[in-house]
């Protein structure tokens, strides 16, 4: 029989890709779409007549137990989110509607239609923001510093208490940062891809950027999709960190994308105090022993290898931009 899938926040890097994926699995897709003036949908252009939308909504309860219960899914992956972290500081109360609460209501459709549903939540390294330990495991405490990051404790917890209260197979993966050529533009890495190649090309001049000290265990997101989908092909469900268990700062991601496009970042890159962050995550870095142990999980592409992919696909990207608006 053909395992059906549904996947909130289709439209993302990771729903995207995951999507992908799963096509070529052999799975039926089926992606959760809100209701928008102007649909994003360029991630998944390419997998329009292979996968199924469906309208609904996070913040609707009745909308998501409707879908549930037209498409009977075996797996749910929910990766729908307000997932920008400065974002959650301007908008915190929305940031808990989508990212906690958002949570309860896809745990309570799966309740309510088939608790055999088995169900992933993409929580977030995040979490552990003020780090308590180093590297941290599923072991490690949690101290958010952003509204973001508390909303995503909390969508951990009640997946882990939905598997304790009702024994319905839910995971909550803790992903460390993962990026691929899919990564929205506001995040560091893309910011700086899209810039390099826009630098390039002689499209613009400066990049201004926050804190450059800042460090991060940095993975590919094809990788780390693999990890979730791992997760709920086992025999009993769990919790586990996805992580390369190697750190580097912002300032090392800035030299290799310049880099690779022989430019010298010194000559373009600027801090600005306007976009450090009220309370930061200094430094991140993942010990994945766990899913490396448990599901034979390992991640293929390196940190370099990741940051030259980015550049090279903006840079093919941009150049065809400029080729159509010269034409
Ligand atoms: P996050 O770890 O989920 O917040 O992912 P981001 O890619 O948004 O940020 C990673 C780190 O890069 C954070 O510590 C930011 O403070 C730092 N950073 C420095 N400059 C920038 C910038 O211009 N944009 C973003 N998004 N992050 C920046």
């Not at 390419?46 to 009977?72: F, K, M, V, W, Y």
């Not at 109360?93 to 209501?105: C, D, Q």
């Not at 995040?126 to 590297?135: A, D, I, Q, S, Y």
Request: aromatic content about 10%.
């Amino acid at each position: 029989m053909t395992r059906k899938v549904l996947i909130t926040g289709v439209t993302g890097q990771d729903g995207a890709c995951l999507a992908q994926f799963l096509l070529e699995k052999g799975y039926e897709v089926h992606g959760m779409v809100r209701h928008s003036s102007s649909a994003n949908l360029e991630r998944i252009e390419g997998l329009r007549d292979r996968i199924e939308l469906h309208q609904a909504d996070l913040l609707d309860q009745l909308s998501i137990i409707t879908i549930i219960q037209q498409i009977r899914p075996h797996e749910v992956y929910n990766f729908a989110a307000q997932s920008f972290v400065p974002t959650s500081w301007s908008q915190p109360l929305l940031t808990g509607e989508f990212t906690a609460l958002g949570v309860t209501r896809m745990l309570e459709a799966i309740r309510l239609v088939d608790p055999s549903i088995r169900f992933y939540q993409a929580s977030s390294s995040e979490m552990f923001g003020n780090v308590r330990e180093e590297p941290q495991n599923e072991q490690t405490s949690f101290w958010p510093r952003s509204p973001y990051g508390v909303a995503k404790v909390y969508g951990h917890w009640i997946t882990v208490n939905y598997r304790e209260s009702y024994n319905i197979f839910a995971c909550s993966g803790i992903l460390f940062n993962h990026e691929s050529p899919l990564r929205g533009k506001e995040f560091v890495s893309r910011k700086v891809t899209d810039a390099v190649a826009r630098i390039k090309l002689g499209l613009q001049d400066k990049l201004v950027l926050g804190n450059i000290d800042a460090l991060r265990d940095w993975g590919y997101a094809g990788d780390y999709i693999e990890a979730a989908w791992l997760m709920l092909q086992q025999d009993r469900p769990d919790d586990y960190v996805v992580a390369t268990g190697i750190k580097h700062s912002v300032r090392d991601l800035v030299e290799l994308a310049f880099g690779h496009a022989g430019l010298d970042w010194r000559d373009h890159v600027e801090s600005d105090q306007s976009l450090f962050r009220p309370a930061e995550v200094n430094t991140l870095c993942g010990d994945a022993s766990k899913a490396r142990r448990v599901l034979g999980w390992a991640p293929r592409v390196s940190f370099a290898e990741l940051i030259r992919m980015m550049v090279d696909a903006d840079l093919e990207r941009v150049r065809r931009e400029k080729a159509v608006s010269a034409s």
